[in-house]
C-alpha cells in the first residue's frame, strides 16, 4: 500500500539527488508549501504541491491528490512541516550506566584529561561495560535507539571503545548489530577499539593487539562498517593510527577518526592519505588542514554537543563553509563528554555557536551526516526513490524555527522506511 501526506504546510525535498553539499551550496534549500509527499514500498514516490498530481499507477489520472486515491492510505499533516530525519554520523550510544559523578568533577574544575587520568573517563565506562551482561547492553541501548527516534534520528552510526578488550568489543559489536536487526532506524556499526589504551598494557603492545587479534576477529564476524582511531594527544599518534587503518583496509574496512580535539594532532592528515569516510571532532583544526580537505572525499565532521559539555572550543565550521568544505554535524552521544542524542539541539549550537545559518545546519545533519557514513544514495533528504525516513512537526512559521525554538517539543510523528513508529 502507499502512503500519501498531505496538508503539509512546508515540505523539504531535493529534486537532485545530490550524495552531499560543499560550501555555499550548504545554505540552500528546496521548500515546497502546501504540499504532498507519496511514499510507495519504503521509499519516496513524488511530491509537490495541489495543483501537481502524483504520478504512477497507484495514483490513477486523478487531477488533485487529495481526493479518491485507491489503495493509498492518507495521513493530513495539519499544516505543519516534513523533513528527512537526522543522520547521526558519530555516536557511542551502546554504554553501561552513566558518569554523572565525571560531571560534578568537571563543574569542579577537572579537565577531560585529568578525569582519565584519574581512571575515569572511557577506562571508566570499559570497568563498567565488561562487568554487564550483553542482554542488559542491549536493553540499556534500545532505550536510548527509542529516544533518539522520537527526537527525529532515522540513521545513526555506533561505535565500539568501551570494551578494550577482544571479548567487550566483540560484545559490544553484538548488541549494535541485534540494534540494527531490532530498530527500525538504519544502523551503521563501527570498531573503535583504538579508544584508549587499557590499564597495565603498553601502548606498543595493544596497539599490535588491536591489529592481530581484534580486527581479524571482528572481520571474521562481518561486525563492522568503518574502522576508527582516536588520534589526539595523549591517545594515538598518527604513526599508530595510519598502521590500525592500513590492516583495516586488508579486511576491506574503510577508516573513520577521531581527530583535533584536545589539540592538532595529524589525524587529518592521516585522513586524507588514507582516504577516510569522515574525520570527526576538529576543534582544534588548522587553516593547513583545512586545505587538505579540500577537493577530497573526506567529510568533516563536527560534533557541537562535546564543546558545549565539556566548555571547549567549538570546530570552527563557519570557515570551512566558507572555505568551500562540506561539514557534517553529528552528537558523539555518550556518557562522559556528551549523554544526549537530541539532534535537534545540534542544530540550534551550532547556529548559536558556530554561526552556522540554519538550512546550512539542517543539511549538515542531515545529507551531509548520511554522507559521513556513506549512505547519502538512499537516505538523508526526501529524494525520490530515496528511503522515506522523515518526521512531521506541528506548524511553525519557517524552517528557521527548528533550532531557533530549541527545547520546544515540535516533533509530532516520526516515519522510517515509510511507516510510523509509535512508542
Known sequence: MSLLIHNIGLL??????RDRLCGSEMAQQDLLHDAWLLIEDGCVKDFGAPSKPPRGEACGTLSSPLGGIEGVRRIDAHGGAVLPSFCDAHTHLVYAGSREGEFVDKIRGLSYEEIARRGGGILNSADRLNELSEDELYRQSMRRIRDIIRMGTGAVEIKSGYGLSLEGELKMLRVIRRIRETAPLRVVSTFLGAHAVPRDWSQDRYVDFVIREMLPAVAAEGLADYVDVFCDRGFFTPDETERILNAAGRYGLRGKIHADELAASGGVEVAVRGGCQSVDHLERITDDEMELLRGTDVMPTALPGTSFFLR????PVRRMIDAG????????YNPGSTPSGDMRFVTSLACIQQRLLPAEALNAATLNGACAMGLSRDYGSL??????NFYITRPIPSLDYIPYAYTEPLIER????GEEVKD
Not at 529524494?383 to 522515506?388: E, L, T
Open 414 to 417: 516520526v516515519f522510517l522506511r
Open 12 to 17: 523539504l525535498v531535493d529534486r537532485h539527488g
Open 325 to 332: 568544505l562540506p561539514v557534517a554535524l553529528a552528537s558523539d
Open 383 to 388: 529524494a525520490v526513490g530515496k528511503v522515506a
Open 312 to 315: 571547549m572550543p567549538y570546530a
